[in-house]
């Protein structure tokens, strides 16, 4: 814990000051400080995306190095003041810690793994997207817009229309009326079950989001995954659900699984013809 | 404005009413806004508080009343309220139809969000997963839309007419086959559905195509007579 | 239309053109009634069907945009359909408390982007182009506001859905169609409208040079963007 730091005994301390530590000294020089609000950010993404801008300079120039580990080192802080992080953001923090090692190690000549460089570039590429589509919303939402800036006449007449049929409806109504008929018959037998250990479910639903992160290149990834995923505590229960779950993910098609011999690291990769997920 | 060296009085004057004509402009351009965008007719007194100082709004509506005068829009005068109105002259063609477009009930949805995903389904298996009973206008209604068709019949006890969804319900939603409904994740995805979904539950595939299922006859024209007389599916079918 | 063989004199042709230029202005007349009658966008063909035989709709329409663009109330085009707004530079009389627009969470406005900009997009396209998993409720208030709709279906594994906008949208953001996206072109030159790394996309590692020189504002990738996409010239052009 920082010193000089007081947190309430249940950790519930509000959330700034967390992050903000008065009368430290100065940090050195292209290490900005953390302040993060993290109920503020929408996904790991753009968390990256802030501590980039942190570095101040232009997103194709960043150190992705020193981004990962600043990433790595805000989810090392989260998780010693036992702030809950979303599975998103530990995927992401797993991802990071692996690209780490690949910019780090030299790579060996039989590592068929996309170079340290390639993964990189992959980053720097979705954050540049990430913050295009941001500047796209701001732009658009800045816009005249109608019933703000621009008015359509307050007091339409009436006018036959072309319409081939007298009723209105559009498929948002159709499917809403739909989804919550269905819904309505089915809330009966809704049951709530306390979670305890990593249901299968759960395991699952973090390796779909890895799936997403690692693409069609072999990725070494257990170890980074229990490394962020998981308490210490519960290592034991994450081993053998994401274990399970990424068996039946192979075995449907959505992942490819690899090792090399007993006790070497799982590969994963994206599978090539993933099943249909609605189960259609 | 850049400013102007000092000049022959003749030049400024001139420039000093095309800066009046040019705020008078302007102010009818405000007062054809308000007018426009507004519900009801809009007080003088009110128009005259957004116009630039100085301005005299009875002169900049009269301005604007006689641009519109020939125009297929009216600005025209009630009491001391102003508003347009399409001309008088052309209300043949605004009232040519008088078909106003009606929202569907809420039921009538329910109704086709079903005969749509559960195809070809019977009335008694509508009511069955509605949990209520259907009144017969609401089929009817989807059907006068053209939305909903008599597909065949059930070959079970009773056999059941079968209601099926046409092309022009697919025109219309924009899809182009019953399979472009979004299945149970989508919708789960859109947020439309939410919260725990039991285990046990399923939405149906709608059929690829319009052939008959294997259970399913087709209708024969005396059905359709019959249907055409009794009405469809009257609530006592057995 | 119907041939005529009677030698041209000069009168004749005088009044022919006087009886084309009238049928032209009441065809404008009906066209303006038309569209002004309707708070949404009218249909350019339903607009065509009830002008006079043998007028040229889409020329009337350019008369009445070209006749309305200086006034409070302009003719605006969304896709091929038409409507009256007031002038978008009158906003400061017309904004009123009461008519505040819809208030989008960030998320939201950035999923609306991302459709916008990729659409047809599928929820999984989205999902990974913002790093995280949309909350249930988002894509619904979109499509609830009537600016995002189903598309379709990809032809992939699992056809998923696909997303898209409507005409609302653009009528809503004041766009004539998608291509008037802000930055659109500039963004699919960079590459980033596309899920894979363009092929020029470079990251230079480490980089040597993260210091600034004292003389030296940090560039921001912002800057830089809005470099590329205002286009010199500026904000009204039209």
């Known amino acids: 814990m920082t010193k000089g730091k007081t947190t309430t005994a249940d950790g519930a301390a509000p959330m700034d000051p967390l992050w903000q530590e008065h009368g430290r000294p100065e940090r050195a020089e292209g290490e900005p400080a953390l302040v993060i609000d993290v109920g503020g950010f929408e996904g790991p993404l753009d968390l990256l995306l ?10 194709a120039r960043i ?36 690209l780490k090692s690949r910019l780090l190690i030299p790579q060996q000549a039989k590592d068929e793994g996309p170079s340290g460089e390639e993964m990189a570039a992959t980053l720097a590429f979705r954050l540049k997207r990430l913050e295009a589509m941001r500047d796209a919303a701001t732009r658009l939402v800045n816009r005249n817009r109608l019933g703000r800036d621009v008015f359509a006449r307050g007091a339409p007449e009436h006018i036959a229309d072309d319409r081939k049929s007298v009723f209105e409806a559009t498929l948002y109504d159709l499917l809403s009326a739909y989804a919550n008929l269905r819904q309505r018959q089915a809330v009966t037998q809704v049951t709530i079950e306390k979670r305890q250990v990593w249901s299968l479910s759960d ?37 053998a659900s994401a274990f399970a779950a990424s068996l039946e993910l192979a075995r449907e ?3 490819e699984l690899r090792q090399d011999g007993a006790f070497e690291p799982i590969f994963m990769r994206r599978g090539k013809t993933p099943l249909p997920r609605d189960g259609q | 404005m850049a400013a102007v060296e000092i000049e022959p009085e003749d030049d400024l004057i001139e420039a000093e009413q095309g800066a009046v004509e040019s705020a008078f402009v302007e102010a009818e351009r405000i007062a054809e806004a308000l007018i426009f965008a507004s519900a009801q007719p809009v007080s003088e007194r009110s128009i005259a508080e957004r116009l630039p100082a100085g301005i005299d ?6 301005r604007l009343k006689a641009a519109y005068a020939p125009r297929g829009v009216n600005l025209v005068q009630v009491e001391d309220h102003w508003a347009f109105r399409t001309a008088a002259d052309l209300s043949f063609v605004l009232r040519s139809g008088e078909t106003e477009a009606r929202k569907l009930s809420r039921a009538a949805l329910e ?13 008694a298996e509508i009511e069955e997963i509605r949990g209520v009973q259907t009144s ?10 053209g939305w909903v068709r008599f597909r065949g019949r059930r070959r079970s006890p009773g056999r059941p007419v079968t209601f099926g969804t046409t092309r022009d319900f697919l025109d219309h939603f924009g899809l182009e086959t019953l399979r472009d409904l979004p299945g149970l994740e989508e919708l789960k995805g859109a947020g439309l559905l939410s919260g725990r979904i039991p285990p046990g539950f399923r939405m149906p595939l709608p059929p690829a195509d319009d052939e008959l299922a294997e259970d399913e006859d087709p209708m024969t024209a005396s059905d359709i007579e019959e249907l055409g007389l009794l009405t469809p599916g009257g609530s006592d079918e057995e």
Do not use: C, N
């Open chain 1, 50 to 59: 802030h501590l980039a801008r942190a570095q101040k300079v232009d997103l």
């Open chain 1, 203 to 239: 395991a699952r639903d973090i390796l779909m989001r890895m799936i997403g992160e690692i693409g069609e290149d072999w990725h070494a990834l257990d170890r980074f995954l229990l490394r962020y995923l998981v308490a210490p505590a519960d290592r034991a229960t994450a081993i």
């Open chain 1, 253 to 255: 098609g959505q992942v």
């Open chain 2, 57 to 62: 709004a009875r002169a900049v509506l009269a």
């Open chain 1, 63 to 98: 150190s992705i190095l020193a981004l990962a580990e600043q990433y790595l080192e805000f989810v090392d802080t989260a998780r010693q003041v036992r702030i809950e992080l979303a599975a998103d953001y530990l995927v992401m923090a797993a991802w990071l810690a692996y």
């Open chain 2, 136 to 145: 017969k206008g609401t089929v009817d209604v989807l059907m006068e839309a």
């Open chain 2, 111 to 123: 109704v086709l969000a079903i005969i749509a995903y559960h195809q070809p389904v019977t009335r």
